[in-house]
């Protein structure tokens, strides 16, 4: 029994809600917030692996002094083995994506913190809920403690958009919750319908009976179920054709906030992704179908990026596009494609939020979105510059940060899985990517300053570069050093085939 | 009658899920859609507690007056109780998004003067 | 025999609650569907979740969408 797995996500609900009552208290607020931030990657790096059973309730396998008693009908079938409790599974793979998720919450909180003039209020009580939910729905085992915290992450990541004061948020929120409020209940029903046909809501005991023939594999009961998540996993990350909602989404929070937001989707992406993949791997078309959203995905995404002239929109569309990169390597099936797409979400989840937070001094600097409008940014602040240069090299790809690495790998898992083609469409979209992000570059940061374009004679919090710095070393380390991450990895993609 | 109390219930769930899902994509106004999606939430809950039904069973509170008729009687009566455990926690996550959603079409009312979905949503 | 009955007030209230062009009026009529839902869940052997449903489902979210509908517009614009 290990107590640091559950605190992992009781801390931050408990800190949101004590920063909730401390109102108009900034420094108290600011001083608590950053030690509860900073605690958020540590706890995982101290906490060893295993289960955790709420209540301690442990399958009566692991509890022999409760097994003893029993008849021999239970002990001899397969009630023997299953998990009666709320169980978290604590791993190698759940470590490193929650120190990547606490690590870009606690620099999206300590920017928001210098950022914002009052601490105090809901907004960071929000950036902590979000991240115990997501953090949640890593851990969990269990596919109805996933929806209750996938609920609630949706909600959070509502209140994050209302929160930013940017024009129409309102309407976002509104539009996001409604598709919400049709695909949460879809993803319900599907685990209903799981619940219906094993009478369990434990994954690896749902696993088990589909394995060892106590259901029929085949039934359409199962497919529905099937279809049914799969629905509720493409609202959740914002695959077509949730992909504009998404990006808006994005485009309404505020830079720290679309970095944690942007996150919570590549890490709800990577966790329901896995699950289906687990559960519904013996089905033929799962994986294909997996396959086809995320190839939608990265071509909707990448090519409608290329078309805005907002640069938040850009950066929306594609963080959007590069959730695809995930969905290729899960969909591949092999252990190779799946540590590659695994190590992708966690690339893109900090370089993503790096490009967030970096093109975030642009707005704060002129208040203004509109590329048209923009120019000639370099000369204001020539280091912010290099750093955002930096970022989006790193998100296309190019050789020593993190994202080639695990390009590279996808692509090699692609020839190696006997789909070469999804290898050159992948090459293909990452120059894409490059172009799209070098005509924003262009336009905010080269083309001449337009006239009429007002800068406020205020300098960048330090904290903001500071975070960007962060992002940055995390960029090149990994890049440098991919075991790292996919020696974690691999542990739960060797499981999955 | 001709179809047990578990298949009209099923039944209703279905028919609850699909006048949510009319009333939430065709209807204009934001309430109304607010109210369709109530009654998919409402759907998806009765399945879930249908599922959990047994026909002929019993309550799964182990009563004081049950012990007589011994173990056995009850474990082979009760109603599955997982279900319902799940449906406390679901009914009451819907209530909260829709206080949310009628909260922001409050806000938007007093922006738009109008809850019509064609006019506030359009951008 | 009652538990068939409360499914078609479950149906027939949800789909006047659809039709009716008075928002004040719906809201109020979301409270059908709700309190028999509440009922059915005694028949289906859930009293717990009856009880749950019986104050959220019949009382808290029609005054929910009263309170929207009272602050907002009262009639559904054409």
Redesign the interface.
Known sequence: MNPLIPIMVILPITCALLLNLLHNKDKTVKILALIAGVALPLIPLLANYGMHYFGGYAPLIDNPTLAQGLPSTITNSSLYLFHPAITYSFASAQQLFIFVLGMVAFLAIFTSLNETKRASGVYTFLMFMGTAAVTAIVLADDI?NLY?FF?IAA?TQ?GII?CSKVE?N??T???Y??L???AA?ML??GI?LL??VT???NITDIIFAINHGMVDPQSPVLLLACGLILFGWLYGSGLPPFHTIKSAVYSKALPHGAALLQAFSVFTFAALGVIIIRIFAYLPFTETVVIFFSLAAMILGITMALMQTDFKRIIGFLAVGELGYIGLGLGMGTALGITAGLFQAVNEAIITAFLFIGFGTVLYKTGISDTNKLGGMLVENPKVAILVLLAGLAMAGVPPFNAFQSKLQLIQASINAGLPELGIIMVLLSIVTFLTFVKAYYTIYLKPKPQDLQIINEKIPRATIITMMVFLVICLVLGLFPQLATDSLQQLAVGLV | MIIDTQLASFFTAAALIVLGIYGAVFMDNLIKKVIGLAFIGDGVNLFIITLGYKPGGIVYIYLPELAEMGKAFFTQNAAYPLPFALVLTSIVIGASTMAVMLGIIIVLYKKHGTISAAKVLDE | MIEYILMIIIVVGAIMAMVQRDLLKAAILTGVPGAAMAFLYQFLLAPDVALTQAIVGSAIIPVFFALAAYKTRRMEEE
């Open positions: 109805f209750v609920e909600l509502v209302i129409n309102y309407e929120a509104l539009k919750m409604i919400g409020s049709i209940p319900l029903l209903a619940l219906g009478g369990n809501v």
